[in-house]
C-alpha cells in the first residue's frame, strides 16, 4: 500500500506542478503581449515620414487626451488604465517621428474647466507623467472646451484660462526655423493672435513661409465671421484641429466655407501646400483623439513633415484597449477550457492507474 501511495502523491504533484506552470506562464504571455509587445508590433505599422533636406519640419499631433478626473471617473485602476494606455502609445509615437514639435490640441483634462485648485494640480501632474517632454523639442499647449469651458452649460471665465495659461501656454503664435509659423486660433475666446508690422511679409502670397493655424474647434466646419476673419489675416496653407475625436480631411473654397467636403483620413496623405495658396483653397485636418475612453475605433496620433513646399500627414492609430481588454477574457476562457482537458486526461490516467493497481498480484 506504501508504493501505490507515493506513487499516488507523484502523480498529483505532477498534475498541479503542470497546470501552475501552465497558468503562470500563460498569464505572463498575455500580459507581456497585451502591455508592452503590441505597442511595439502596432508602431512598425507606421509609415516613417523621412525627412529629405535640413529645412524638414517634423511635427508630432497630439488631440484630446483628456486625462480623466476623480468627479466623473472614481475608479482609480481606470484612471490609471487610461493613463498607461496613451503613454505608452506617447512614447512609440516620439520614438517613431522623432519631432522637432509637439502640438497639443485642447481637452487636455477631462476636468480641467470646473476641477477646483487641487484637483487640478493632481491632474496636471498626472498629465506631466503621461507626455515627458523629450529632450531639444518645443511642447505647444491650446486649450479645449475641456480646458476652460465654451460649450454647453461651461461658461469660460477669465480665471480659467489664466489658471491654464499658467500651468500650460501663455502664447499664441510660433516662428520656427524653415520659415515655419504657427498661429492659435482660439474659437472658443475668439482671439486672434497679433501681428506687427515686420510680420507682414511673412503672411503674403508666395512668402516662402509657411503658416500653420492650429484650433481646438473646427475652424472650417464652423463657419462665421470669425472663421473668415482668421483666414484672411493669416492665409494659411492648412489647419490643424482636434474635438471630434476622429480622423478627417476638410476641404473647401476660401470665400465658400459652408460648402467644405469632409472625408474620413485613414491612410497618409501628401498636399502641395503652394498649390493650395495659389488655388485660394481651404484644408484643415482633423487629429483624432488619442484617449479610448472616446469611444472611437480609431485613436492615436498625427505625423506631419513639412518639407519643400510639400505637407506628408499620416495618422498614427493606435491599439483600441477595449479590445486588449477582450483578449484578457479570451485568454482566460482558453485557459479555462486547457485545464479542463488537462484535468480530464488527467483523470482517464489515473483510471488506468487504478486498474494496474487492482490487477497487481505481486509473485
Known sequence: M???????????????SHIQRLNFYGLLAAL??????????????????????????????????????ESKESRWYARY??????????????????????????DLIDEGSYADDFSYEKYFRRFVDIFPEPDGVKMIFIPGDNDIGGEGSEMVKP??????????????????????????????????PLLKDKDMPQIEENSGYTRILISHFSIILIPGAYSYKAIERFRPHVIFSGHYHRSSQITSELKRLRYSTTLPLMHSMSY???????????????VPS??????????????????????????????NRFTQLRLYVVFGFVLIIVNILISHNFRKLLRKFNFSRQNYHPI
Not at 278 to 284: F, I, S, V, Y
Open 2 to 16: 506504501g508504493i501505490w501511495k507515493i506513487r499516488m502523491r507523484r502523480l498529483l504533484a505532477i498534475k498541479f
Open 32 to 69: 507581456l503581449f497585451n502591455e508592452y509587445i503590441i505597442y511595439y508590433f502596432n508602431r512598425l505599422g507606421w509609415e516613417k515620414a523621412a525627412c529629405g533636406t535640413d529645412s524638414c519640419s517634423r511635427i508630432l499631433f497630439v488631440a484630446d487626451p483628456q486625462v480623466l478626473g
Open 81 to 106: 488604465d487610461s493613463d498607461k494606455h496613451i503613454s505608452r502609445n506617447y512614447h512609440q509615437a516620439v520614438s517613431h517621428v522623432r519631432p522637432d514639435v509637439i502640438v497639443f490640441l485642447g
Open 159 to 192: 480665471s480659467k484660462v489664466k489658471r491654464f495659461n499658467n500651468y500650460f501656454e501663455d502664447n499664441s503664435q510660433w516662428k520656427f526655423d524653415n520659415k515655419l509659423n504657427i498661429y492659435h486660433i482660439n474659437r472658443i475666446t475668439h482671439e486672434l
Open 272 to 286: 502641395e501646400l503652394r498649390t493650395i495658396e495659389t488655388n485660394q483653397e481651404a484644408l484643415e485636418i482633423q
Open 290 to 319: 488619442c484617449s479610448y475612453r472616446m469611444g472611437e475605433d480609431h485613436i492615436g496620433f498625427g505625423q506631419a513633415v513639412i518639407e519643400n513646399g510639400y505637407l506628408h500627414y499620416t495618422p498614427l492609430f493606435i491599439p
